[in-house]
């Protein structure tokens, strides 16, 4: 019988393996590959459009507040602030894209899974259908909402002086 670190060293060995392997298996089938591409495609755009918007935004914001505040020694002291701001909202902004991002591509990602095991021959692959595809999209927006809601309450948590060595140590 194998020693239980021979076989979480195999076990890290496979995991380290499957994404070449799942490369080669992706670039052997064309339809897989259509449908590894459609999430990343559409994230991009996704990603593009949604930075496009806070780029915009965030051009309003500073004509409007930093430089006209820059005229005396205060107004220094808040262009300082405003881009601490700047920095922690984009911050917030990236995670929240990231969230969404993975809400809209983890149905596409569930077709992919289930392309690959028709592929790969695997018995009893459940079908899909527009009711498995809206229950899918539910199960994610509700774990996307809990990510959204642990990761505020950590980061909040993080400026409490006392709560965040609770939380991180």
């Not at 922690?88 to 591509?105: C, E, H, N, Q, R």
């Not at 909402?145 to 709560?163: M, Q, Y």
Request: proline share 3%; charged share 10%; with cysteine.
């Amino acid at each position: 019988m194998r020693s239980t670190l021979a076989s979480r060293f195999d076990s890290l060995v496979a995991g380290a393996i499957t994404p070449f392997r799942a490369m080669r298996l992706i670039s052997k089938n064309p339809a897989l590959w259509r449908l590894s591409i459609a999430p990343i495609i559409l994230s991009a755009f996704l990603l593009a459009s949604l930075l496009g918007l806070a780029l915009f935004l965030l051009k309003i914001f500073a004509h409007s507040s930093i430089f006209a505040a820059l005229s005396d020694y205060s107004g220094i002291v808040f262009a300082i602030l405003a881009t601490l701001a700047i920095i922690g909202l984009s911050l917030i902004a990236g995670g929240f894209m990231t969230f969404f991002i993975s809400l809209i591509s983890s149905p596409l990602n569930d077709l992919l899974a289930e392309k690959t095991e028709v592929t790969l021959e695997v018995k009893q692959v459940a079908h899909w259908n527009a009711g498995r595809f809206l229950r899918t999209l539910w199960i994610d927006l509700r774990k996307t909402v809990i990510a959204i809601l642990a990761w505020v309450v950590f980061s909040l948590g993080l400026l409490i002086p006392i709560a965040n060595a609770i939380f991180f140590c």
